[in-house]
């Protein structure tokens, strides 16, 4: 924040203006050399440092690896385990990373459906440091016998605000949630309508009190089903009639460090955002001008810790990391 004085007829008045949001300029190397992610790459604090790392999943007997953050660069690329789970890799029709037993410590989360050979329902690889003092994945656990692998798609929150990463899964006929307990999941539980947005949906705490709400991009707007007691069968709000949505992605993060998730859109030539007020997006303002997406993955998280995320490109053979000012 910065402050704006004035001088008028009654003293001086002094305007507390909000910083303009902004990436640090340059794209900087995070990692060199390829990250083996054949399936997916996510991010989380895995080590509980207070900074985001990075988290792959591969197929058969590859595992999870990690790729950790010293706050200005990546380590080298570990293996943590979880390989083998099922005759493949530790992945599912889903992946996630997130602290599902509030130690403060992101686990390596798979939602699969049920097939011949794998069973369905959420898999969880908790972070953990075994009695040879490694830091690693352990083995993977079932904590939900039950079909959570939306027809849309499935998404991973914290729903309730009690610090541990919830599943929701989006089907044709409802919303369900699988909230998790710390140390397993509780039975389903319709959490909404089955709503979605037209270019995107996504959840986060958009309205800075702690429980994640759903945000529903469409083609012309933006609405927002906040959650309340009432969970998130209270009509949508629209909280802009900006279009406003990526060509390359289009995503979700505190990235001014207020406290509530922002809206980011990830162009080919340009990143845009969208700042959340807590009740409305503001107009949309230009983050980065200039190409800035990943060839394997796109996302944001705070590698740096500072409380704000940062924007992450992970290519074949490098990260880049733009950090957010």
Same mark, same amino acid.
């Given at each position: 924040?910065?402050?704006?004085?004035?001088?008028?007829?009654?003293?001086? *008045?002094?305007?507390?203006?909000?910083?303009?949001?902004?990436?640090?300029?340059?794209?900087?190397?995070?990692?060199?050399?390829?990250?083996?992610?054949?399936?997916?790459?996510?991010?989380?604090?895995?080590?509980?440092?207070?900074?985001?790392?990075?988290?792959?999943?591969? &197929? !058969?007997?590859?595992?999870?690896?990690? *790729?950790?953050?010293?706050?200005?660069?990546?380590?080298?690329?570990?293996?943590?385990?979880?390989? %083998?789970?099922?005759?493949?890799?530790?992945?599912?029709?889903?992946?996630?990373?997130?602290?599902?037993?509030?130690?403060?410590?992101?686990?390596?989360?798979?939602?699969?459906?049920?097939?011949?050979?794998?069973?369905? /329902?959420?898999?969880?690889?908790?972070?953990?440091?075994?009695?040879?003092?490694?830091?690693?994945?352990?083995?993977?656990?079932?904590?939900?016998?039950?079909?959570?692998?939306?027809?849309?798609?499935?998404?991973?929150?914290?729903?309730?605000?009690?610090?541990?990463?919830?599943?929701?899964?989006?089907?044709?006929?409802?919303?369900?949630?699988?909230?998790? $307990?710390?140390? &397993?999941?509780?039975?389903?539980?319709?959490?909404?309508?089955?709503?979605?947005?037209?270019?995107?949906? *996504?959840?986060?705490?958009? &309205?800075? %009190?702690?429980?994640?709400?759903?945000?529903?991009?469409?083609? $012309?707007?933006?609405?927002?089903?906040?959650?309340?007691?009432?969970?998130?069968?209270?009509?949508?709000?629209?909280?802009?009639?900006?279009?406003?949505? /990526?060509?390359?992605?289009?995503?979700?993060?505190?990235?001014?460090?207020?406290?509530?998730?922002? *809206?980011?859109?990830?162009?080919?030539?340009?990143?845009?955002?969208?700042?959340?007020?807590?009740?409305?997006?503001?107009?949309?303002?230009?983050?980065?001008?200039?190409?800035? !997406?990943?060839?394997?993955? &796109?996302?944001?998280?705070?590698?740096?810790?500072?409380?704000?995320?940062?924007?992450?490109?992970?290519?074949?053979?490098?990260?880049?990391?733009?950090?957010?000012?």
């Amino acid at each position: 924040m910065r402050a704006l004085v004035m001088a008028g007829v009654a003293g001086l *008045l002094i305007l507390t203006l909000a910083p303009p949001a902004a990436a640090s300029g340059v794209p900087e190397q995070w990692s060199a050399g390829p990250f083996t992610a054949q399936v997916a790459v996510m991010a989380g604090d895995v080590d509980g440092d207070g900074k985001d790392d990075l988290v792959s999943y591969n &197929t !058969y007997l590859y595992g999870c690896y990690v *790729l950790r953050s010293s706050g200005s660069a990546f380590q080298p690329q570990q293996n943590w385990g979880a390989g %083998d789970f099922l005759s493949s890799g530790f992945n599912g029709n889903a992946n996630f990373v997130g602290d599902m037993d509030g130690d403060g410590r992101a686990d390596a989360i798979a939602v699969r459906r049920s097939t011949a050979s794998t069973p369905r /329902g959420i898999f969880v690889a908790r972070s953990i440091v075994d009695h040879f003092g490694v830091e690693r994945f352990g083995t993977p656990k079932q904590w939900l016998n039950n079909t959570i692998a939306g027809d849309y798609g499935n998404l991973a929150a914290d729903l309730d605000g009690d610090g541990d990463t919830d599943v929701i899964g989006l089907f044709d006929v409802a919303t369900l949630a699988a909230r998790s $307990d710390g140390g &397993t999941t509780l039975p389903l539980v319709a959490w909404a309508p089955p709503i979605r947005g037209g270019k995107a949906t *996504l959840a986060a705490d958009a &309205t800075g %009190d702690g429980k994640a709400d759903l945000i529903l991009v469409d083609a $012309d707007g933006t609405r927002v089903v906040t959650g309340t007691a009432n969970r998130w069968f209270d009509a949508p709000v629209s909280w802009s009639a900006i279009p406003f949505h /990526g060509g390359k992605k289009t995503l979700t993060a505190d990235i001014d460090g207020d406290g509530d998730a922002d *809206l980011v859109a990830i162009n080919e030539n340009d990143v845009r955002v969208m700042r959340s007020t807590g009740s409305s997006y503001s107009p949309p303002e230009s983050w980065y001008a200039g190409s800035f !997406y990943g060839t394997k993955e &796109t996302l944001t998280a705070d590698v740096d810790g500072d409380g704000d995320a940062d924007l992450v490109a992970v290519n074949a053979d490098d990260v880049r990391v733009l950090r957010s000012q």
